[in-house]
């Protein structure tokens, strides 16, 4: 069964703090990963990886899919308080029009 | 530019009552579409996704049921809610990339069966 799993669930920082957030997979025909951002409502697209080793940046957020172990990361540098949110990871599979989820890391950030 | 609309915002139902959420999107063609809930502190389950008029697949069996009477038209039912179905429910699109498949998401119903 496909399966994604993100850890932590939940995680409480300071403004300034960094942190890594982690996202594993077990699917079959793999083709891409995303990271979304759900703060209220929508969740809203960060970013998707498809290659292994190449970091997608946007400003304190920046990402890397590792293919071979299976898993990506997501790094937040400099938290402030508008990054608390829940993260959420998600594969899209080939051959498939469904996009799996984890559960989610909700991160808190604290002034 | 593509936009989705789902309605209404925030719902509150008896149990027994039925249940019908629409989701609309414009800008784009014969996108896939996907119906979403997440329970509190969980991540999202996939429930319905279509990719065709009338085409519907269900993921898990619940109390639910998905229609899609036009190409830019999801609209999530039930007959008789029960109190397991309260959660916040979620449409989305996506179209068929070259690689990956990015999805689209509305900003939700709030769903509280009482």
């Known amino acids: 069964e496909d399966k994604v799993v993100q850890s932590p669930l939940s995680l409480v920082v300071h403004e300034g703090d960094t942190v890594t957030l982690n996202c594993s997979y077990e699917v079959t025909n793999f083709r891409s990963l995303l990271w979304y951002k759900q703060e209220k409502k929508a969740p809203t697209f960060l970013f998707m990886l498809?290659?292994?080793?190449i970091e997608k940046k946007s400003g304190r957020l920046s990402s890397i899919l590792d293919k071979k172990e299976l898993f990506s990361i997501l790094n937040i540098t400099a938290t402030q308080t508008g990054d608390s949110a829940v993260y959420l990871c998600?594969?899209?599979?080939?051959?498939?029009?469904?996009?799996?989820f984890g559960k989610g890391t909700k991160l808190t950030v604290n002034p | 530019s593509q936009t989705i609309h789902q309605w209404p915002a925030t719902l509150v139902q008896p149990v027994g009552s039925p249940l019908s959420l629409e989701c609309t999107v414009e800008?784009?063609?014969?996108?896939?579409l996907y119906w979403y809930r997440q329970a509190a502190g969980r991540g999202l389950q996939l429930l319905f996704y279509s990719v065709g008029i009338g085409q519907i697949s269900s993921e898990v069996p619940q109390n639910l049921s998905a229609s899609r009477p036009q190409d830019r038209q999801f609209i999530l039912s039930s007959k008789k809610l029960l109190l397991s179905d309260s959660g916040f429910y979620l449409c989305?699109?996506?179209?068929?990339?070259?690689?990956?498949?990015?999805?689209?998401f509305g900003q939700g119903t709030r769903l509280t069966v009482v």
């Open positions: 800008g784009t063609s014969n996108p896939n």
């Open positions: 498809t290659s292994s080793g």
């Open positions: 998600a594969v899209d599979r080939g051959g498939s029009e469904k996009l799996v």
């Open positions: 989305a699109w996506s179209t068929e990339g070259s690689v990956g498949t990015e999805a689209f």
